[in-house]
């Protein structure tokens, strides 16, 4: 199984970026997707969900109304949609594949934001 991110990199705060998760080796139309960020010297916080099922999605309040996770089962892939991006989002973005039925987590190697002026 790997899930590869992409998209990442150095943006001036109020811009945009769309990170994508490209998944492989796995039924990813079985696993609820999720982004994750980790800043420097703190935990790593979940960003943003969307479900397998109805696609139905959650946030995190931090980035609510900012960012937007989606997903496309034919080719595989997670997006995640930042917009209005501030310093305090600067952090590596990990993509995460969780199915709980059966106990079964992945996670990809990240990709750096960088919000800075």
């Known amino acids: 199984v790997q899930l590869v991110e992409s998209g990442g990199g150095l943006v001036q705060p109020g811009g945009f970026l769309r990170l994508s998760c490209a998944a492989s080796g796995l039924t990813f139309s079985r696993y609820v997707m999720r982004w994750f960020r980790q800043a420097p010297g703190k935990e790593r916080e979940l960003v943003a969900a969307?479900?397998?099922?109805?696609?139905?999605?959650n946030y995190a309040d931090f980035v609510k109304g900012r960012f937007t996770i989606s997903r496309d089962n034919a080719k595989n892939t997670v997006y995640l949609q930042m917009n209005s991006l501030k310093p305090e989002d600067t952090a590596v973005y990990y993509c995460?594949?969780?199915?709980?039925?059966?106990?079964?987590?992945?996670w990809g190697q990240g990709t750096q934001v960088t919000v800075s002026s």
């Open positions: 995460n594949a969780i199915r709980r039925l059966v106990l079964v987590e992945y």
């Open positions: 969307i479900t397998n099922t109805d696609g139905s999605t």
